[in-house]
């Protein structure tokens, strides 16, 4: 059982930037494909982006534009996301994932509980 807590969240102006943290612990975490997404308000679930285990594939999602970057350190059980350039459509509760295989889907193995992102312009 893997558990994950983000981090790194809070209130931002539009054009800041923000990085995420994703720690992980009670499981291998260098053998977990790590995933983030959001939920915006009154919206579904949607998927941005994707790392695998080494951290040598990634994946992303339509929207981020080249403003999100996924990274990790399997030294640190820590997956991150750097968003820049933030827009107030950015505004989202942010969740991280770990699988088993890397996916853009929304079918991973375990999830952390949130942490909320809003950018006021």
């Known amino acids: 059982q893997v558990q994950l807590v983000e981090s790194g969240g809070g209130l931002v102006q539009a054009g800041d930037s923000l990085r995420l943290s994703c720690g992980a612990s009670g499981g291998t975490f260098s053998t977990y494909a790590m995933g983030w997404f959001r939920q915006p308000p009154g919206k579904e679930r949607e998927f941005i982006a994707a790392i695998s285990d080494s951290g040598g594939i990634t994946y992303y999602g339509d929207f981020p534009e080249d403003r999100f970057t996924i990274s990790r350190d399997n030294a640190k059980n820590t997956v991150y996301l750097q968003m820049n350039s933030l827009k107030p459509e950015d505004t989202a509760v942010y969740y991280c994932?770990?699988?088993?295989?890397?996916?853009?889907?929304?079918?991973?193995?375990?999830w952390g509980q949130g942490t909320q992102v809003t950018v006021s312009s």
């Open positions: 994932a770990a699988n088993s295989h890397l996916d853009y889907g929304l079918d991973y193995d375990y």
